[in-house]
């Protein structure tokens, strides 16, 4: 057996210069009348265009205000959907982005695996057929939205059932210990959209031989394996997917 090591890694503002005018105007020189005349009537003129304009520029604003608004309560597209996603359903909340559950005969209703405990649950794509679930792939990162179902395989217990040894690195044999763990899961299966639970059974998974490729956290030399049983997962939902 070989064991491999795991290493956790995880402009500038302008200033505008303002200058008076100094020269001086002539005092005591008469202004013609006509001159007066055409004075009042331009800022007349002005006065009036001014307060159209500024009515329009008014309506203009309340118009960008409103798309500000609206554009900020747009909801963002999605870019990508993660099995991780669908971890609400498992707590009775649906994810918006899936796929309603559909039960049109001649059909499958993906599924998506989640197995771990508490809120450590990782996707478990090798559970069930490839035909009943869904993967993300650089080439198409949405492939889950297609997710109808959620199976949520909890694990409730642990039994220490074999000591795994003989783990190499390099071709030398180790000192490293693999806990062997007969498991039971509490597994709930449950519509992606809505959180509603479907249906629920109990699973006890015990493995009979030890993992052959084991990464080892730096530093430790003993990890635990905890069995799981794909087929007994696959044969609980079969009901559910196929129609």
């Known amino acids: 057996m070989r064991a491999t090591h795991h290493h956790h890694v995880a402009?500038?503002?302008l200033l505008a210069d303002q200058h008076h005018d100094a020269r001086q105007h002539p005092r005591n020189r008469a202004t013609p009348w006509f001159l007066l005349a055409a004075v009042a009537l331009l800022a007349a003129i002005s006065v009036g265009c001014g307060g159209g304009?500024?009515?329009?520029?008014?309506?203009?604003?309340?118009?960008?205000?409103?798309?500000?608004?609206?554009?900020t309560d747009a909801p963002a597209a999605l870019e990508n959907v993660f099995d991780t996603d669908f971890l609400v359903a498992c707590d009775g909340v649906g994810f918006p982005a899936a796929a309603p559950y559909d039960t049109t005969a001649g059909t499958i209703s993906p599924v998506v695996v989640l197995a771990g405990e508490g809120t450590a649950m990782y996707g478990r794509y090798g559970a069930v057929r490839e035909a009943w679930t869904?993967?993300?792939?650089?080439?198409?990162?949405?492939?889950?939205?297609?997710?109808?179902?959620?199976?949520?395989?909890?694990?409730?217990?642990?039994?220490q059932v074999q000591e795994c040894t003989g783990y190499e690195v390099d071709g030398v044999v180790t000192d490293n210990v693999v806990i062997l763990n007969e498991v039971t899961y509490e597994v709930s299966l449950h519509e992606a959209a809505t959180?509603?639970?479907?249906?629920s059974t109990t699973i006890t998974a015990r493995d009979e031989?030890?993992?052959?490729?084991v990464s080892f956290t730096e530093g430790d030399t003993t990890e635990e394996h905890d069995s799981f049983d794909d087929l007994a997962i696959q044969a609980f939902v079969e009901q559910y997917v196929v129609h």
């Open 134 to 159: 869904r993967q993300w792939t650089t080439e198409n990162p949405l492939a889950l939205a297609e997710i109808q179902l959620v199976a949520c395989a909890e694990k409730v217990s642990a039994t």
């Open 11 to 13: 402009g500038a503002d």
């Open 195 to 199: 959180g509603t639970e479907v249906a």
């Open 53 to 71: 304009d500024e009515s329009s520029d008014d309506g203009a604003g309340d118009d960008a205000s409103a798309a500000d608004v609206d554009a």
């Open 209 to 213: 031989d030890c993992p052959m490729f």
